[in-house]
T-cell receptor, first 112, second 111 residues
Framework: GDSVTQMEGPVTLSEEAFLTINCTYT??????LFWYVQYPGEGLQLLLK?????DKGSNKGFEATYRKETTSFHLEKGSVQVSDSAVYFC???????????FGRGTSLIVHP | DAGVIQSPRHEVTEMGQEVTLRCKPI?????LFWYRQTMMRGLELLIY????????DSGMPEDRFSAKMPNASFSTLKIQPSEPRDSAVYFC?????????FGPGTRLTVT
């Protein structure tokens, strides 16, 4: 079945540092890939997405590129802020099913 | 649109009591999902509705849990009787395609 593997957290960074959160997936066919973010006390919200190989999703300074050859969708940001502290979930959806597969989430803590 | 609306936001109840969680999806979305989130088990899908019909309820933990969607604008998740191990944050999400829109969640504490 489909699966998503994310790097274990927490990831702890200083403000303005470069961020990478790794995500790899296993899926049949050609899934759509997503990053969701969950701020403390809130529900998940879509951060960015990519629907086909080599697509780059971007939003709020975050980027991720759909790499079919390495089955990866790593999340990056050039300069993190304290306000980026949250839990980040990688997810995929494929075929005719609207049931997504989520990774376990990676907590990001950014210090001033 | 106001987004996905859940109520109550917090619920504290005693073991053995019935708990009902409510969800109003985004208008026009035809899929609705109930999730449970805990530190130990992460985010778990409980049940998925499409066009008000339950499609996949394999994640419902046991018969104490039931969910209904009587119309396109309302769904409930009921736990009867509740147990301390049901304590978690319960999220409702809706979608019209692959992207999901989550509500703010209901934090349930069973003492």
């Amino acid at each position: 079945g489909d699966s998503v593997t994310q790097m274990e957290g927490p990831v702890t960074l200083s403000e303005e540092a470069f961020l990478t959160i790794n995500c790899t997936y296993t899926a049949t066919g050609y899934p759509s890939l997503f990053w969701y973010v969950q701020y403390p006390g809130e529900g998940l919200q879509l951060l960015l997405k990519a629907t086909k190989a080599d697509d780059k999703g971007s939003n709020k300074g975050f980027e991720a590129t759909y790499r079919k050859e390495t089955t990866s969708f790593h999340l990056e940001k050039g300069s993190v802020q304290v306000s980026d502290s949250a839990v980040y979930f990688c997810a995929l959806a494929s075929g005719g099913s609207y049931i997504p597969t989520f990774g376990r989430g990676t907590s990001l803590i950014v210090h001033p | 649109d106001a987004g996905v609306i859940q109520s109550p936001r917090h619920e504290v109840t005693e073991m053995g009591q019935e708990v009902t969680l409510r969800c109003k999806p985004i208008s026009g979305h035809n899929s609705l999902f109930w999730y449970r989130q805990t530190m130990m088990r992460g985010l778990e899908l409980l049940i998925y509705f499409n066009n008000n019909v339950p499609i996949d309820d394999s994640g419902m933990p046991e018969d104490r849990f039931s969910a209904k969607m009587p119309n396109a604008s309302f769904s409930t998740l009921k736990i009867q009787p509740s147990e301390p191990r049901d304590s978690a944050v319960y999220f409702c999400a809706s979608s019209e395609a692959y992207e999901q829109y989550f509500g703010p969640g209901t934090r349930l504490t069973v003492t």
